[in-house]
Every structure is written in structure tokens, then in C-alpha cells.
């Protein structure tokens, strides 16, 4: 029965991590975008983030953090959430799920812990800033 389920795999959804100045903290922190690069609207569309690891021979969690959103228009961006510093050297897991049509996609993204920075970035499509993406 297991062979009977498909399971969509995802495509031209990523996430990307872009420092940008906060005139909140008065310093530049990073902001975690989701971006949609497919042809299709994301209705629906929820994601669940949470960081993980081991600091100093300590296991540390964060707690769970939820955003949703009616809808992620195609060839576009939303900007998620921002990552505090103390947490870059932890695992930053993101689990997004959506609709297209009737159908339901999800993927778990992972941040791996020290890969958020300035040497890592790239040209981030939609957003034409420099970020870490993960897809």
C-alpha cells in the first residue's frame, strides 16, 4: 500500500538566508526568505522552524516557531523570519509546506550550523541580494 501514495517532490521552492540592516537592532542580521521560482501560486502555505545542536559539548534546542501564509504569488519572495546570531551556530531546520491545487507538497529544509555567512553567500533569485540559499 506504501507504493500506492505519491509523494510530489518539490521544485523551484528554496529557502534563502540575506543579511539586510535592521534599523531595530541598529546592525545587520539575517532574514530567511522563502522563494518561489515556479509558475504556480503557493496557497496555503505554512512553515515551521526550529534550530538544533550542540554548543559547547551541550545539546541546545529553540523552540518551534510558526508562519503562515494565504499565499506565496509565482516568481516571488517572503521574508520569513529573522535568525538571531546566537542560533547560526546551531542546525536552523525549516519545514515548509504548501498547496498547489488540490495537491500538497512539503520539504524540510536545513540551515546546517555555521553555514550562514558572509563567505557562503550567493545572488539570490527574486530578491537580487546576496544570501545563503538552500534548496
Do not use: C
Not at 517572503?78 to 509546506?97: A, G, P, Q, R
Amino acid at each position: 500500500m506504501k507504493k500506492d501514495i505519491v509523494v510530489p517532490k518539490v521544485e523551484n521552492v528554496f529557502l534563502a538566508a540575506v543579511q539586510e540592516w535592521s534599523d531595530d537592532f541598529m546592525d545587520k542580521v539575517w532574514y530567511v526568505y522563502l522563494v518561489n521560482d515556479s509558475d504556480f501560486d503557493l496557497d496555503s502555505v505554512m512553515v515551521v522552524s526550529k534550530a538544533f545542536g550542540t554548543i559547547d559539548g551541550e545539546m541546545r534546542k529553540t523552540s518551534l516557531l510558526r508562519h503562515a501564509f494565504m499565499k506565496v504569488p509565482t516568481v516571488s519572495a517572503v521574508k520569513v523570519e529573522m535568525i538571531e546570531n546566537s542560533v547560526l551556530e546551531l542546525n536552523n531546520e525549516f519545514m515548509v509546506t504548501y498547496f498547489i491545487g488540490n495537491t500538497l507538497y512539503d520539504k524540510k529544509f536545513i540551515f546546517r550550523k555555521n553555514t550562514i555567512n558572509e563567505r557562503a553567500t550567493e545572488e539570490v533569485p527574486h530578491i537580487w541580494k546576496n544570501g545563503v540559499v538552500v534548496k
